[in-house]
């Protein structure tokens, strides 16, 4: 079991940055995977980015060279540092936990992009 709280959402220009946190409730280091999930008003919950306990990268391929997830153990946090926004990349972004065959979310922190 863990909790997740996401924070760093908010209103950013077309070309600026956002950095968006989740910080979970236990060590990460007992997470399979963590990862980024959008949803944008009518659409479906759209992956975005996953980093996995043995650090592996995967990303979205719209957001490759833009976004970066890392994280920091000693924090229990992992972040999404995203630049080059674009307003397509408005959406709901939600943290997501893998622990064995069991998934968990945060409750979501809204970034929007204007043009």
């Known amino acids: 079991q863990v909790q997740l709280v996401e924070s760093g959402g908010g209103l950013a220009q077309a070309g600026g940055s956002l950095r968006l946190s989740c910080v979970a409730s236990?060590?990460?280091?007992?997470?399979?995977?963590m990862g980024w999930y959008r949803q944008a008003p009518g659409k479906q919950r759209d992956f975005v980015a996953k980093?996995?306990?043995?650090?592996?990268?995967i990303y979205k391929d719209s957001v490759k060279g833009r976004f970066t997830i890392s994280r920091d153990n000693a924090k229990n946090t992992v972040y999404l540092q995203m630049n080059s926004l674009k307003p397509e990349d408005t959406a709901v972004y939600y943290c997501?936990?893998?622990?064995?065959?069991?998934?968990?979310w945060g409750q979501g922190t809204q970034v929007t992009v204007s043009s």
């Open positions: 997501k936990a893998d622990i064995g065959a069991y998934d968990y």
């Open positions: 236990r060590s990460i280091f007992s997470i399979d995977a």
């Open positions: 980093i996995t306990r043995g650090g592996s990268l």
